[in-house]
């Protein structure tokens, strides 16, 4: 697998980070996802519930789209594992590329495999790794071990979104009914479901289930999928080869620039080495420019040193005294290049850099922080508080000309503000001083009376209520006259009816029960008083004189009742 070629960044993540990176690669690869996936579904739906609709029997329909499910995964996993390499699929190369790709491990996941609640993250180890059988089941094996957890879960909150969202479809139905028919439409829905599903409302429920898993699926191969990446990383290290491959491709820019500077730094190293070499007391001559001494070659002639001093000590030469100082490591010769290495040239900048590497090492010249507490001079802090001191009175000496002139203004405001607010307390002292002392009385306002008019329904309707009712439209009790209307119609309702209604039945089981009506024209009329009545009642907005008149004169018409 080239993963240096992947578009995502590859590091260590939690089950919910690695979830929500393979939503992140079905979002950005939406319309690649959904089209094949309705491209193949739908036809399998429609092929499945026409053959169902034939033979009368919706159930294995549903059944047998849910069982094919892993089928339309497929193409979602193949679409987002090109694309985390950056390679954009048409619907089209999908398609095609569905009929041989990945056929080999696939055929257990529509069998034994099919109810395996680890499929999401399970399914790209089959499909994408190609693996003989035994090593796909150590590999399986070895993915789910660490994302066991979070595969089951995702599978549960997938599902719990399906079956909610067929649930919510199945209520938006019946959002388009009336208010006052909803518990009617619960009922006969139930008795429809209870006793003989049509197969319009079958097929509309797997129409719902199919649109669920559309929308779904594709969010659980993606997060399955973002958890199978999550545990190549943790297990092969993907984010450190991907380091180290970078690495590499720069040094590899680099190499060119690196040999141009060792051809033109050599000659000159060269040079500096033959320039460096040391030679003896005796004024010898340095080894040829072609000899190239060795480090075995440079502690070699250790005796050669010997026998040159000791033939120095012949010739008469001087030797050390005996009130010479003591020899320690900076003053005694044996301690220097050639009484180490004696006369033959070594490479001492090579030497050099090895002892400071040498020192440097924390576990060679270990180091610690040691804090200790020093008295502190005195004449020396009191100097230091007298140079401050002589500093803060030269800057006020210097601000009293001029620079201090805003900040002497603010304040002035500042007192001005406070002598302010003194002399509105003062001046307001005779209405909160008394309340602060508790001695204060509070002003209660009186509370007018609240005049109601009480509206009571008469329990039974006089023999001539639009009579009746005129006259208390004439007293100034327009709301008694409409109830008595509405007590009157609802009578007349249930006697034409022919149906009994409760104790304290409300409008709108009286507008149910006047649908039962023979005549039209006396179901039309009673909605109108109803109306009339819920507005006056509710709402408190009464019909004009002229519409009270033309009203009750239409109800004694139309009902027969007594002038």
């Known amino acids: 697998m080239q993963i240096d070629r992947l578009n995502v960044v590859l590091r260590a993540r939690s089950g919910w980070e690695a979830m929500e990176l393979g939503m992140a690669l079905v979002r950005r690869h939406a319309a690649a996802v959904w089209a094949p996936w309705v491209a193949v579904s739908l036809p399998v739906f429609v092929l499945l519930n026409a053959v169902a609709w034939w033979t009368d029997s919706f159930g294995w329909a549903w059944l047998a789209m849910w069982w094919l499910k892993p089928l339309f995964e497929r193409i979602a996993l193949y679409v987002i594992a090109r694309g985390v390499f950056g390679d954009a699929s048409t619907t089209r190369q999908t398609l095609r590329a569905q009929r041989s790709w990945g056929w080999q491990g696939f055929w257990g996941y529509l069998g034994w495999r099919r109810l395996s609640p680890l499929r999401s993250v399970l399914l790209p180890v089959n499909l994408l790794e190609g693996a003989d059988p035994a090593h796909r089941r150590q590999r399986r094996r070895a993915i789910a071990g660490g994302a066991m957890g979070h595969a089951l879960l995702l599978t549960l909150v997938c599902m719990m979104f399906e079956i909610v969202l067929v649930a919510g479809g199945i209520a938006a139905v019946f959002l388009f009914i009336p208010v006052d028919l909803l518990s009617e439409s619960w009922r006969a829905a139930w008795e429809l479901a209870k006793q003989d599903m049509p197969a319009w409302m079958q097929l509309g429920v797997n129409l719902l289930f ?327 009642a509710y709402a408190g907005q009464l019909p004009t004189d002229d519409d009270f008149d033309t009203l009750a004169t239409t109800l004694q018409a139309q009902f027969g009742w007594r002038a």
Not at 226 to 248: H, P, V
Not at 253 to 277: F, N, T
Not at 401 to 407: C, E, W, Y
Not at 423 to 442: F, H, N
């Open 210 to 536: 199919w649109g669920a898993a559309t929308v779904i699926g594709p969010f659980y191969v993606g997060a399955g999928f973002g958890l199978y990446l999550d545990r190549r990383t943790q297990m092969e290290a993907w984010d450190l080869e991907i380091a180290f491959r970078r690495l590499r491709v720069r040094l590899q820019q680099a190499a060119p620039l690196l040999m141009l500077a060792v051809v033109l730094i050599w000659p000159g190293a060269a040079l500096h080495a033959q320039q460096g070499r040391p030679s003896n007391a005796k004024g010898a001559v340095a080894a040829p420019a072609g000899d190239t001494p060795s480090l075995e070659d440079g502690l070699a002639p250790a005796s050669d040193a010997a026998d040159t001093a000791d033939a120095a000590d012949e010739d008469g030469e001087e030797v050390a005294e005996e009130d010479d100082p003591p020899l320690t490591y900076d003053n005694d010769p044996d301690n220097t290049l050639v009484g180490i290495f004696g006369n033959e040239p070594v490479d001492t900048a090579g030497f050099r850099q090895a002892v400071q590497r040498a020192y440097e090492d924390p576990l060679q010249s270990p180091t610690r922080e040691v804090t200790e507490w020093k008295r502190t001079d005195t004449d020396t802090a009191e100097a230091e508080k007298a140079k401050r001191e002589a500093a803060a009175k030269g800057s006020s000496q210097r601000g009293a000309k001029g620079p201090l002139l805003p900040a002497q203004i603010a304040e002035w405001t500042l007192w001005a503000f406070v002598g302010l607010l003194v002399v509105l307390l003062l001046v307001t002292a005779p209405r909160w001083l008394p309340w602060l002392r508790g001695s204060g009385r509070r002003r209660r306002a009186t509370a007018t009376a609240v005049v109601e008019d009480a509206i009571r329904i008469p329990d039974v309707a006089p023999p001539d209520p639009a009579a009746r009712a005129r006259a208390l439209w004439q007293e100034g009790r327009p709301r008694q006259a409409l109830a008595l209307l509405y007590r009157a119609s609802v009578d007349t309702m249930s006697e034409r009816a022919q149906v009994s209604l409760p104790p304290g039945a409300t409008e709108a089981q009286c507008l149910r029960a006047s649908r039962r009506m023979p005549v039209e024209a006396d179901r039309n009329l009673f909605a109108r008083i109803v109306r009339v009545w819920q507005y006056a």
